[in-house]
């Protein structure tokens, strides 16, 4: 496949997904990886296909003691540098391919071999300062294009519509669009509806929300989109990753924070928060899935600026 954007950086996964010697595999433009993280917290990536008879070594698991990868057909082990641990020898030559990864404040970053265009972002590190980390959800393989599934992040109407018994929203003012090479800035005015008791039973969150509230969503291009606001019960973070599977899969999840008015209110915003979240993208996956193919609009909506901001960036990165 062509490959999508080569020299982005793509963050692939957040080391909590990894969990402890437990392999988790990732698609990214067109070719599959395996990622796994040992004891010490060391994390490795190679191809997911074992150079024997080709099984996927993201269905075996990982020998503790060494640290190594074993293909599950025939309990083969491979090191993270891709070589053969067999019979208490150690191959002089990789078997396998590695993938070059940058781990930084636990998210895992990689240019996929390409030669850099753009630095790893420090936006996570920075909107995240003081909070604490809940968790990671919607994760989720999306049938669409990366540019259908980039473009709804952009979308400023999109709430009124797709969200709309999730959040009840009944206006949305966008007072700020800032942007200056691939970070972009808006702040965003919501209006919602009185909650219902459905709304309450769906989201318990939406009780101690204002009935006009301020987000504040920052982008850094192509990948990574951040949402903040205030509540009641203290500070929200959600950070939005996107990034291309295949010409036609793209992958999502959803890194949550939150900073409680109250130590003791955590566990009811982890929660709700991760539960909202799964809910937006489900339904923002169920918008993109069921769009027929895109075409030329024929009609204009206000805010679509932001959103030709990004198609722009897109077309025209080199």
């Not at 396998?96 to 030669?115: F, M, N, P, Q, S």
């Not at 939406?206 to 006009?212: G, S």
């Not at 409680?260 to 979240?277: C, D, F, N, T, W």
Request: with cysteine; charged share 20%.
């Amino acid at each position: 496949m062509a490959v999508i954007l080569p020299g982005a950086p793509w963050l692939i996964a957040h080391r909590s997904m990894l969990g402890i010697n437990k392999p988790y595999k990732v698609a990214l433009n067109g070719r599959d990886y395996v990622l796994w993280q040992n004891q010490q917290g060391e994390v490795f990536a190679l191809d997911n296909v074992c150079p024997h008879l080709q099984a996927p070594l993201s269905d075996g698991w990982i020998c503790q003691e060494r640290g190594t990868i074993a293909c599950p057909f025939h309990a083969l082990e491979f090191d993270g540098q891709g070589r053969l641990h067999q019979s208490g020898q150690v191959g002089n030559q990789p078997l396998l391919t590695t993938l070059e990864l940058i781990v930084k404040d636990d998210c895992i970053w990689t240019y996929a071999g390409h030669r850099p265009k753009i630095p790893v972002p420090d936006l996570i590190s920075k909107v995240s300062e003081g909070m604490s980390f809940v968790g990671v959800a919607g994760e989720k393989s999306i049938r669409g294009t990366f540019l259908d599934n980039l473009l709804i992040n952009y979308d400023y109407n999109h709430q009124s519509g797709t969200h709309r018994d999730l959040f009840g929203i009944k206006a949305n003012r966008v007072p700020v669009f800032e942007h200056e090479g691939y970070w972009a800035k808006v702040v965003q005015e919501l209006e919602r509806e009185d909650s219902t008791w459905n709304d309450i039973i769906r989201n318990p969150l939406v009780v101690t929300a204002p009935k006009t509230y301020i987000g504040i969503l920052e982008y850094a291009f192509p990948s990574v989109l951040t949402f903040r606001t205030t509540f009641l019960l203290g500070e929200i973070l959600q950070v939005h990753i996107l990034y291309p599977e295949t010409e036609t899969q793209t992958k999502t999840f959803v890194l949550v924070f939150t900073k409680p008015k109250h130590p003791i209110l955590l566990p009811l915003l982890r929660r709700s928060m991760l539960s909202a979240v799964t809910t937006v993208v489900e339904q923002d996956t169920r918008a993109i899935e069921t769009s027929y193919p895109r075409q030329t609009p024929k009609i204009r909506l206000p805010n679509e600026e932001i959103m030709f901001h990004a198609q722009k960036l897109y077309h025209d990165w080199r």
